[in-house]
Nanobody
Framework: QVQLVESGGGLVQAGGSLRLSCAAS????????LAWFRQAPGKERDFVAT???????VYADSVKGRFTISRDNSKNTLTLQMNSLKPEDTAVYYC?????????????????WGQGTQVTVSS
């Protein structure tokens, strides 16, 4: 069992930055693929970025060049650095973990999910 807890969300103006963190407890997940998804009101949960145990990364086109995903296996921590934020980035952001060795944007791949953290970008 893996427990995931997100933090770092908040309110920021357009063009600003936020740094989200996801702390994991339970068994270590150094080989797990980790990911961030987001869900805006009335919309489906969408892929944002993923990083494998081998540090391969994939980003959604909408965040490429603005967001950076990273992990620290020694601290069981996943991070999402978000720069140049836009109002359309407003959503609840979720971290997820899955016992796979390849990067995937599919929600079904990820077995464990956090409760989410709200990110609001004002115009």
């Amino acid at each position: 069992q893996v427990q995931l807890v997100e933090s770092g969300g908040g309110l920021v103006q357009a063009g600003g930055s936020l740094r989200l963190s996801c702390a994991a407890s339970g068994r270590t997940f150094s080989t797990y693929a980790l990911a961030w998804f987001r869900q805006a009101p009335g919309k489906e949960r969408d892929f944002v970025a993923t990083i494998t145990g081998g540090d391969s990364t994939v980003y959604a086109d909408s965040v490429k060049g603005r967001f950076t995903i990273s992990r620290d296996n020694s601290k069981n921590t996943l991070t999402l650095q978000m720069n140049s934020l836009k109002p359309e980035d407003t959503a609840v952001y979720y971290c997820a973990a899955g016992a796979v060795f390849f990067p995937s944007a599919r929600k079904q791949v990820y077995e464990y999910w956090g409760q989410g953290t709200q990110v609001t970008v004002s115009s």
